[in-house]
């Protein structure tokens, strides 16, 4: 089992920045790619970043590609999202996930956090 929990949300102006971190559970936090996703209310969750196991390789949904960066810390459990030249569209609860391969699958994901909100002002 792998607990996630997601912190780092909070209101910002439009073109600002958050850094969202997702803290892991146990010692098998290396053997996981990590995505992140989003939900705005009354929309489906949406894919917005994976990472790789090792942190090689990562990708980035056609919406936050340019402005969002994931990295991850495997001595730490953690994955980050590093967010940058935010807009009101960008408002949603994220997610931060955990799955045995790299996808971009929501429905290959097999655990997640409770969500962090974000909310930007226009």
């Known amino acids: 089992q792998v607990q996630l929990v997601e912190s780092g949300g909070g209101l910002v102006q439009a073109g600002g920045s958050l850094r969202l971190s997702c803290e892991t559970s146990g010692r098998t936090f290396s053997r996981y790619a990590m995505g992140w996703f989003r939900q705005a209310p009354g929309e489906e969750r949406e894919f917005v970043a994976v990472?790789?196991?090792?942190?090689?390789?990562?990708g980035y949904g056609d919406s936050v590609k340019g402005r969002f960066t994931i990295s991850r810390d495997n001595a730490k459990n953690t994955v980050y999202l590093q967010m940058n030249s935010l807009k009101p569209e960008d408002t949603a609860v994220y997610y931060c996930?955990?799955?045995?391969?790299?996808?971009?699958?929501?429905?290959?994901?097999?655990?997640w956090g409770q969500g962090t909100q974000v909310t930007v002002s226009s």
């Open positions: 996930a955990a799955v045995g391969y790299y996808t971009s699958n929501r429905g290959a994901y097999e655990y």
């Open positions: 990472i790789s196991r090792n942190g090689v390789r990562s």
